[in-house]
């Protein structure tokens, strides 16, 4: 079975040369370089990773880009897009020319980063995503996923991934209210142009491996939406636990799966998705 890991941020330190933004700096851990992914993908048996550039990094995807064109049998991209940049529609019609990209990842869960959105900043991306083929990964949290709800049918053409089930994370939430908040993912289900990313999920419990307290949320979602539209991802990262452990858990939560079922889930079905099929 290919394993194909649907998220994974590599980032670089905020210096006079690369600046951050400021969007919030990640305070679990150093930089994290290509080198050091391939070592720990080579040891947890991931084949491929698309990688999804941090939003603390700003709208830039170099580090990102080079990796894939370094390891094309490795890493590809879903790249950051800032729809307001002065030649934004001649860079969009680019897009997929651009080593290793295949589409593009919005982060809409802060109020900075929501906004445009909000705001209609993104209105005409949707269009022309559909119009050339550029498929979209997105967070929203769950209050939003009507907008997400209301993209996917004006667009039925746009394949749309909601990232990490649309739950929050941080020490001050609430877990049994943000799995409460499920069943209105699993409405989204009736829309086949979307899909999920069951990714992260170990860092949105106080639970530990084998994440028991996982399970059955991840089975209904399983069950909703099919292994075709579940996607397996780990935000390496940020994991409270081993690279291993995020695959093995999948496996003790998802008993009885054909091993087609299980393939499409672990990557398969990603990388059909996203048209990663060389």
């Known amino acids: 079975m290919k394993i194909v890991d649907a998220q994974v ?43 999804v550039p941090p939003s603390w990094e700003g709208d830039r995807n170099d580090l990102s880009i080079a990796a894939a064109r370094a390891h094309p049998d490795r890493f590809a991209v879903m790249g950051r897009f800032n729809p307001d940049q002065p030649d934004a ?11 290793g990209m295949l589409g593009m990842r919005f982060t809409f869960h802060t109020p900075i980063l929501r906004q445009p959105l909000l705001d209609g900043a993104f209105d005409w991306v949707w269009s022309a995503c559909e119009r050339e083929g550029i498929p979209i990964m997105a967070l929203f949290h769950h209050e939003y996923l009507r907008l997400l709800d209301g993209i996917a049918e004006r667009h039925l053409g746009l394949r749309l991934v909601l990232d990490h089930l649309g739950l929050k994370s941080g020490h001050d939430v609430d ?14 289900a009736r829309r086949p142009n979307i899909a999920v990313k069951t990714s992260a999920l170990p860092c949105y419990t106080r639970d530990r491996y084998p994440f028991r307290a996982l399970h059955e949320p ?25 690279y291993r452990e995020s695959i093995d858990f999948f496996g003790a939560a998802l008993p009885g799966l054909s091993d087609a079922d299980r393939a499409s889930i672990m990557g398969r079905g990603i990388s059909g998705w996203l048209g990663w099929t060389d």
Request: glycine share 8%; proline share 9%; net charge positive.
């Open 9 to 51: 941020h590599i980032w670089a330190a905020d210096t006079p040369a690369r600046p951050w933004p400021g969007r919030g700096a990640p305070a679990h851990r150093e930089p994290l370089g290509k080198d050091e992914l391939l070592g720990a993908m080579d040891q947890a048996g991931v084949a491929r990773a698309i990688l």
């Open 175 to 188: 877990e049994a209210l943000n799995f409460a908040t499920l069943d209105q993912v699993l409405v989204l």
């Open 218 to 242: 991840l089975r209904r979602v399983v069950d909703a939406f099919g292994p075709a539209r579940s996607f397996w991802g780990s935000d390496y990262s940020r994991l409270p636990c081993s």
């Open 89 to 99: 529609r001649e860079v969009l019609a680019g897009w997929r020319r651009q080593p």
